[in-house]
């Protein structure tokens, strides 16, 4: 018993034993995942947003008028070149020939007739040529009818895709109503609005390679060639329209209308120019629109608020223009809850890959 009472004191004891309460952390140390800027040399990359379009588009129309009695076409159909597309009613064309060709009968025979009386001295020469030019004419007459039979009809001139059909079957169709819009989808142009300051410096020798991506097709480039660009800048936008060309990809179904991103990569103009690329999430914008980043310092484990010139947006982040060196740390997530002098602490070690 006494044992027991002994053994209840001791725990009474240590139970009202005073303990100190952790320490507490400083909430001002933020923890913070840092990007290591690498700086590549060699080349620098534009991008733009381009719009796919057909290497050739016509519509098609009549040459003369009359009811439409065939479409033999439906859009987003491909024909083949000499394919029958569209036709009118011949009834009337038909008709027009048959009289033509009776009219030249007739005056074939009148002349022929008046030629035979000419030689019996019958009629004077003046009334022969009237008769030969009356044959002339009807001879004319049954060439624009035969004409305008065959105009009845619309065929395709190359191999092509219906982009968009314009009217229906029964329709009274006028002289020059489109009919169809047909595409040559065998090359396509993908063009796009270039700065000033760019069509001017990116000569060929600069080029190191052009490709186009598809937000569909994220994982696919496809290579460019240079075509053309105009030769006056947009008065208000002060950029010039190039046009890239690319053959048409068999595995997919891209057409005219659909948006591209183009890469266009160059050497740089200035030989010492460098190339670094940061992640996103570390770029931040202020008030003013200016863009920064935090700067991180090992020593003092303080960030710095360090203004940037950004570049176009990529698929592995965002081009620095100005304002980081090769081999600085910057904070890589978080960047919009620091503030000057703040200290972070660094979640595992900088990386150096997006």
Known sequence: MRALIVMCCLLSMVACERRDPPPKQDQSIRPARVFRVSAEGGKVVHQFVGRVDAAQTVDLSFEVAGPLARLEVREGQSVKAEALVAALDPKDFQLALREAMVQLKLARQDLLRKQKLLKDRGISQSVVDDAQALYDLRQVGLAQAREALSDTRIYAPFDAFVARRFTDNYVNVRVGDPIVRLSDLHELFVMASVPESLAATATEDRVIGIHARFPFLPDERFEL????????????????????????????????????????????????????????????????????????????????????????????????????????????????????????????EPVAEL
């Open 225 to 348: 060639t240079y075509r053309e660009n105009t030769g006056e800048a947009d008065v208000v936008a002060q950029t010039y329209e190039v046009t890239f060309a690319m053959p048409r990809p068999e595995a997919w179904n891209i057409l005219p209308g659909m948006t591209a991103t183009i890469e266009l990569e160059l050497t740089p103009q200035d030989p010492s120019q460098l190339n670094i690329t940061i992640p996103t999430a570390a770029l931040v914008a202020d008030a003013e629109r200016q863009f920064f980043v935090w700067v991180f310092h090992p020593d003092s484990q303080l960030v710095e608020k360090r203004p940037v010139e950004v570049g176009p947006v990529d698929g592995q982040g965002i081009s620095v223009l100005s304002g980081l060196k090769d081999g600085e740390l910057i904070v890589a997530s978080g960047a919009n809850q620091l503030r000057s002098g703040m200290k972070i602490r660094v979640l595992g």
